[in-house]
């Protein structure tokens, strides 16, 4: 979990939670080579777009585990100190998870 949310819109992160984000952002990553080899190998579509769904579907995760955290310490944080502007910002963040 994040530990404080500044003004100027840094977040810090626990080394912990840095952790956490890098291993999955490799594995994303390694997912990506995996699929660019698969290309270079002539593979079946169908696997292919198999793999595609995966690195989907780990974005996706992420992203959400960012989300939450951000809702626990940065939005949270900013409703203690009235700061209503932070409602826009996550219904925005909202708007985009859902096109």
């Known amino acids: 979990m994040n530990k404080e949310c500044?003004?100027?819109k840094k977040t810090v992160r626990s080394e912990s939670e840095k952790r956490i984000i890098n291993n999955r952002l490799n594995r994303i990553e390694g997912q990506i080579k995996g699929i660019?080899?698969?290309v270079a190998e002539d593979r079946y579509c169908n696997d292919i777009l198999i793999q595609l769904s995966a690195i989907?579907?780990?974005v996706k995760s992420l992203s959400m585990h960012i989300l939450e955290n951000h809702m626990y310490s940065c939005i949270t944080?900013?409703?203690e100190k009235r700061d209503t502007e932070?409602?826009?910002e996550l219904m925005s963040l909202?708007?985009?998870f859902n096109k």
């Open 6 to 8: 500044h003004s100027e």
């Open 36 to 38: 660019k080899k698969m």
């Open 56 to 58: 989907e579907s780990s």
């Open 77 to 79: 944080d900013s409703i």
């Open 86 to 88: 932070v409602v826009d």
């Open 94 to 96: 909202f708007k985009r």
